[in-house]
T-cell receptor
């Protein structure tokens, strides 16, 4: 049973526009969320995180929004750049030192 | 250079032949973890370790063993590999825990025939 879901396997966005990646979770006890980015033939790299006590966290072009009532988080990338083309994974911390990831969304930025 | 290394990077083996994938980090991190990546399933946690001699199961521990005898090393052991363990494996480490920034190794692509 997938506790963290990324329902869009892929997303295509024009360079310079906003990219919005979505993630839903099932457990209201999740209290910390992270986004990781993965290029082909490399390991994932950390992008941005948010605690459940916040509803927004921003880092440069990247902003994560958390809607606890809807059990939904989203990652906004503005403006999108070709180097942002990658697979993006959202992850949640259910308890202790575990981490649960979504299936990933492949983002393609078109010139 | 701060990094997580995994060996081997690629491995093709046969059912039942024991194998070990090594993982080492040079950042003095307390936390280490193993994940497998499969199409349509994303990353799934196999095992994690908070410190030397302290390990715990992730979501998919069946068929795997780990050990943490030294802080820097966290090998993944498949005692009797089966074809359903064909996957891309990642080792990761962080300073203090799962919600801390995890640094991932480059991955090990394992094929079990």
């Amino acid at each position: 049973d997938q506790q963290v879901k990324q329902n869009s396997p892929s997303l295509s966005v024009q360079e310079g526009r906003i990219s919005i990646l979505n993630c839903d979770y099932t457990n209201s006890m999740f209290d910390y969320f992270l986004w990781y980015k993965k290029y082909p033939a490399e390991g994932p790299t950390f992008l941005i995180s948010i605690s459940s006590i916040k509803d927004k966290n921003e880092d440069g072009r990247f902003t994560v929004f958390l809607n606890k009532s809807a059990k939904h988080l989203s990652l906004h990338i503005v403006p999108s750049q070709p180097g942002d083309s990658a697979v993006y994974f959202c992850a949640a911390n259910p308890r202790a030192q575990k981490l649960v990831f979504g299936q990933g969304t492949r983002l393609t930025i078109n010139p | 250079e701060a990094q997580v290394t995994q060996n081997p990077r690629y491995l093709i083996t046969v059912t039942g032949k024991k194998l070990t994938v090594t993982c080492s980090q040079n950042m003095n991190h307390e936390y280490m973890s193993w994940y497998r990546q499969d199409p349509g399933l994303g990353l799934r946690q196999i095992y994690y370790s908070m410190n030397v001699e302290v390990t715990d199961k992730g979501d998919v521990p069946e068929g795997y063993k780990v050990s943490r005898k030294e802080k820097r090393n966290f090998p993944l052991i498949l005692e009797s590999p089966s074809p359903n363990q064909t996957s891309l494996y990642f080792c990761a480490s962080s300073l203090a825990g799962a919600t801390d920034t995890q640094y991932f190794g480059p991955g090990t692509r394992l094929t079990v025939l």
